[in-house]
T-cell receptor, first 114, second 112 residues
Framework: ETGVTQTPRHLVMGMTNKKSLKCEQHLGHNAMYWYKQSAKKPLELMFVYNFKEQTENNSVPSRFSPECPNSSHLFLHLHTLQPEDSALYLC?????????????FGPGTRLLVL | KQEVTQIPAALSVPEGENLVLNCSFTDSAIYNLQWFRQDPGKGLTSLLLIQSSQREQTSGRLNASLDKSSGRSTLYIAASQPGDSATYLCAVGRGSQGNLIFGKGTKLSVKP
């Protein structure tokens, strides 16, 4: 266990549904990240939050909406997704967002969009 | 645009063999390089982090090297064990926010 939990672990949703992914870290970190891992593609950074402030949005479509209410929790709100959004979504945390900080990853949420 | 390539995509070796995984990157202006392992159904586990000013890092049976000028890193695993079977990911750090650019990984299988 890395101290980063994600729920749900699996999710199936239709293109018209609205759902949310949740990430919680118990490490006392101040930075949290969302990554997307699609089949046969490299892991891609989506968003970075540092001390609850979004510091990076890697040109992610607006149908993905992140929320960071505090340093321990990170959400990814999903709406009107496309089948190509099916992927493993990974959350990570680090002491702070910066050079040389080790990121600790959760187990991921496997999302299937029908 | 930074691109990270890992070769080979898959590797199968007998237990006890020493092996090398390769990672190359196109832009040498990196802050650091990290190696992770990913097990099925689990997230990523950080193995080694090499700062841009360093040449190598060691942890147990693992040794990672970094040659920024040539855009290469290697992960050396000594005396491989079945428990080492996993996908190994290389990631280069860029940007002040700790952004990581990942390769597609090398899937390692160590046969008993």
């Amino acid at each position: 266990e890395t101290g980063v939990t994600q729920t749900p672990r699996h999710l199936v949703m239709g293109m018209t549904n609205k759902k949310s992914l949740k990430c919680e870290q118990h490490l006392g970190h101040n930075a949290m990240y969302w990554y997307k891992q699609s089949a046969k593609k490299p892991l891609e950074l989506m968003f970075v939050y540092n001390f609850k402030e979004q510091t990076e949005n890697n040109s992610v479509p607006s149908r993905f909406s992140p929320e960071c209410p505090n340093s321990s929790h990170l959400f990814l709100h999903l709406h009107t997704l496309q089948p190509e959004d099916s992927a493993l979504y990974l959350c990570a945390s680090s002491q702070a967002a910066g050079v040389g900080e080790t990121q600790y990853f959760g187990p991921g949420t496997r999302l299937l969009v029908l | 645009k930074q691109e990270v390539t890992q070769i080979p995509a898959a590797l199968s070796v007998p237990e006890g063999e020493n092996l090398v995984l390769n990672c190359s990157f196109t832009d040498s202006a990196i802050y650091n390089l990290q190696w992770f392992r990913q097990d099925p159904g689990k997230g990523l586990t950080s193995l080694l982090l090499i700062q841009s000013s360093q040449r190598e890092q060691t942890s147990g049976r693992l040794n990672a090297s970094l040659d920024k000028s040539s855009g290469r890193s290697t992960l050396y695993i000594a005396a491989s064990q079945p428990g080492d079977s996993a996908t190994y990911l290389c990631a280069v750090g860029r940007g002040s926010q700790g952004n990581l650019i990942f390769g597609k990984g090398t899937k390692l299988s160590v046969k008993p």
